[in-house]
T-cell receptor, first 115, second 111 residues
Framework: DGGITQSPKYLFRKEGQNVTLSCEQNLNHDAMYWYRQDPGQGLRLIYYSQIVNDFQKGDIAEGYSVSREKKESFPLTVTSAQKNPTAFYLC??????WGEGETQYFGPGTRLLVL | GEDVEQSLFLSVREGDSSVINCTYTDSSSTYLYWYKQEPGAGLQLLTYIFSNMDMKQDQRLTVLLNKKDKHLSLRIADTQTGDSAIYFCAEIPSGTYKYIFGTGTRLKVLA
């Protein structure tokens, strides 16, 4: 089955701790995205990557970091600099990261909670 | 500013039609999307419409686009309890590949 997987489903972070959220896709998509979802708000873009070994900041990149060493993987690290990390994190991918009308396909999400 | 607006809540009775509305921001947006999110899950693509279309129908779903008013709507015919979810509209302004999402409309279907 082709798709996007995210792990873990729930993640707990202690004060001052960095945590990493996993996102893997086997759709052979070039582009991958990370979004943050807070209650009553739309999705906000954290980082995106159009191609391996390249990524750009989205609208709310502060306190987050990413890497894109492999086409199928785009892990997101929530650093201790992110003061309000409690949220639902969604990963997405699209065939290309450029041009118009690129449909994005989403993973099941990871809920991050602060202890 | 970039704000795609949606009503926060909608409640309908099972079997009735639901209409979820969205006002988007950029008249140059070439694609407009509707996604569905069930509790604790990711977003599922429902349908999309290209900006040169006024209407698109897909089984129980009908999308209407009014470019002049930058208004998009999603009609769900014969709404079922399984349709209870949050519905997001999203636009991609021309020349970009960045989605701009609405705040989401929580649809509750009453049996």
């Amino acid at each position: 089955d082709g798709g996007i997987t995210q792990s873990p489903k729930y993640l707990f972070r202690k004060e001052g701790q960095n945590v990493t959220l996993s996102c893997e896709q086997n759709l052979n998509h070039d582009a991958m995205y990370w979004y943050r979802q807070d209650p009553g708000q739309g999705l906000r873009l954290i980082y995106y990557s159009q191609i391996v070994n390249d990524f750009q900041k989205g609208d709310i990149a502060e306190g987050y970091s990413v890497s894109r060493e492999k086409k199928e993987s785009f892990p997101l690290t929530v650093t201790s600099a992110q003061k309000n990390p409690t949220a639902f994190y969604l990963c997405a991918s699209s065939i290309r990261g450029w041009g118009e009308g690129e449909t994005q396909y989403f993973g099941p999400g990871t809920r991050l909670l602060v202890l | 500013g970039e704000d795609v607006e949606q009503s926060l809540f909608l409640s309908v009775r099972e079997g009735d039609s639901s209409v979820i509305n969205c006002t988007y921001t950029d008249s140059s947006s070439t694609y407009l999307y509707w996604y569905k999110q069930e509790p604790g899950a990711g977003l599922q693509l429902l349908t999309y419409i290209f900006s040169n279309m006024d209407m698109k129908q897909d089984q129980r779903l009908t999308v209407l686009l009014n470019k002049k008013d930058k208004h998009l709507s999603l009609r769900i015919a014969d709404t079922q309890t399984g349709d209870s979810a949050i519905y997001f509209c999203a636009e991609i302004p021309s020349g970009t590949y960045k989605y701009i999402f609405g705040t989401g409309t929580r649809l509750k279907v009453l049996a």
